[in-house]
T-cell receptor, first 113, second 116 residues
Framework: GDSVTQMEGPVTLSEEAFLTINCTYT??????LFWYVQYPGEGLQLLLK?????DKGSNKGFEATYRKETTSFHLEKGSVQVSDSAVYFC????????????FGKGTTLSVSS | DSGVTQTPKHLITATGQRVTLRCSPR?????VYWYQQSLDQGLQFLIQ???????AKGNILERFSAQQFPDLHSELNLSSLELGDSALYFC???????????????FGPGTRLTVT
């Protein structure tokens, strides 16, 4: 079945550092891809999405490009802030159900000032 | 605020008991999804309802069931609870069903269930 693999955390960075969180997927067909963020004690919030190959999703300085050839959707940010500390989840739309999301295990990001 | 509400926020109960979790989707969203987040399994899809009907099933145990009511709110029923059922249960809603749907889901704040 479809699956998502993302880099193990935690990732610890200093403020203004460059961030990359790797995400690769296995899927039948052409899923939509998402990054969700979960702040402590809160639910998941959609950070960005891409629905077809070569699409770039972006939001709040974060970017990710849908790469079909490498089945990847890596999350990047040029300069992280302390407020970016959270758990980041890569997800895809399940080809079996068509709509349910399949999530990676999550990557914890900790940014210090 | 995603517009999705869940009650209760916390629930503590004993093994063997039955609980009901409630979810109200965003205004106008027809689809409701239930997910379980646990330390060992991560985030897993349980079940989806669309406009009152079951649409898709994931890794949902037979002891668990759900329904969606005519006002579109949904309830997840968990019975014969075991220690391993302790987890965060999230509800999400989606505009899927409208012409411009893009599989985007909006999550509620979750219900933390502790089984003792």
């Amino acid at each position: 079945g479809d699956s998502v693999t993302q880099m193990e955390g935690p990732v610890t960075l200093s403020e203004e550092a460059f961030l990359t969180i790797n995400c690769t997927y296995t899927a039948t067909g052409y899923p939509s891809l998402f990054w969700y963020v979960q702040y402590p004690g809160e639910g998941l919030q959609l950070l960005l999405k891409a629905t077809k190959a070569d699409d770039k999703g972006s939001n709040k300085g974060f970017e990710a490009t849908y790469r079909k050839e490498t089945t990847s959707f890596h999350l990047e940010k040029g300069s992280v802030q302390v407020s970016d500390s959270a758990v980041y989840f890569c997800a895809l739309s399940d080809s079996t159900t068509g709509t349910a999301l399949i999530f990676g295990k999550g990557t914890t990001l900790s940014v210090s000032s | 605020d995603s517009g999705v509400t869940q009650t209760p926020k916390h629930l503590i109960t004993a093994t063997g008991q039955r609980v009901t979790l409630r979810c109200s989707p965003r205004s106008g969203d027809l689809s409701v999804y239930w997910y379980q987040q646990s330390l060992d399994q991560g985030l897993q899809f349980l079940i989806q309802y669309y406009n009152g009907e079951e649409r898709a099933k994931g890794n949902i145990l037979e002891r668990f069931s759900a329904q969606q009511f005519p006002d579109l709110h949904s309830e997840l029923n968990l019975s014969s609870l075991e220690l391993g059922d302790s987890a965060l249960y999230f509800c999400a809603s989606s505009p899927r069903g409208r012409r411009d749907s893009s599989y985007e889901q909006y999550f509620g704040p979750g219900t933390r269930l502790t089984v003792t």
